[in-house]
């Protein structure tokens, strides 16, 4: 069955840390997206991605970055986590051509 | 230029009742407008679209009507039920393919 994961779907770490955030779909989709979305609130696009090797940043400004090595894998990287990044990351991706965006289910991150 | 302004924040109805949710956009690039349904713990889920070269939509319960002149669409449901409680938001996409989406409105629907 064809569809998007994201692992973990909660984490719970410490000032400092370094995270991956995984971001995995099965449906040959060559656009990718990450969006941050805190609690009630809209969802704000982060960082995207076309194709293989290709990442730009979204619309918030973040301080993850992303690499898009394999056309199913999109992970999002905190070289040094802090607790304004305290959040839901939600992973999208989306059929060339196509418009509808089918996300993750999310993973909710807290920095302590 | 690029915002989507949703109301309202929350919407309270009773078992049967339509709840309307609205939308406004201002950048008139955007030709692409889906709706999408969040339930808690879960990621969003497209509900219906709509393109400008239409005024309304319907798919089952859910109908969206589109004012390209105001730059306004909603989104009614037809028969609530208690089921269709969660988070519905708007968005507004254009060809760069980015979607732009609302602040939210969080629905109950009371038994």
């Not at chain 1, 973990?8 to 989709?29: A, D, F, N, W």
Request: one cysteine or more.
């Amino acid at each position: 069955e064809a569809d998007i994961y994201q692992t973990p779907r909660y984490l719970v770490i410490g000032t400092g840390k370094k995270i991956t955030l995984e971001c995995s779909q099965t449906m040959g989709h060559d656009k990718m997206y990450w969006y941050q979305q805190d609690p009630g609130m809209e969802l704000h696009l982060i960082h995207y991605s076309y194709g293989v090797n290709s990442t730009e940043k979204g619309d918030l400004s973040s301080e993850s970055t992303v690499s898009r090595i394999r056309t199913e894998h999109f992970p999002l990287t905190l070289e040094s986590a802090r607790p304004s990044h305290t959040s839901q990351y939600l992973c999208a991706s989306r059929l060339a051509g196509g418009n509808e965006q089918f996300f993750g289910p999310g993973t909710r991150l807290t920095v302590l | 230029q690029q915002q989507v302004k949703q109301s309202p924040q929350s919407l309270i109805v009773q078992k049967g009742g339509i709840p309307i949710i609205n939308c406004a956009y201002e950048n008139t690039a955007f030709d692409y407008f889906p709706w999408y349904q969040q339930f808690p713990g879960k990621g969003p889920a497209l509900l219906i679209a709509i393109r400008p070269d239409v005024s309304e939509k319907k798919e089952g319960r859910f109908t969206i009507s589109f004012n390209k002149s105001a730059k306004q669409f909603s989104l009614h449901i037809m028969d609530s039920q208690p089921g269709d409680s969660a988070t519905y938001f708007c968005a507004a996409g254009s060809n760069t393919g980015k979607l732009i989406f609302g602040q939210g409105t969080t629905l109950q629907v009371k038994p």
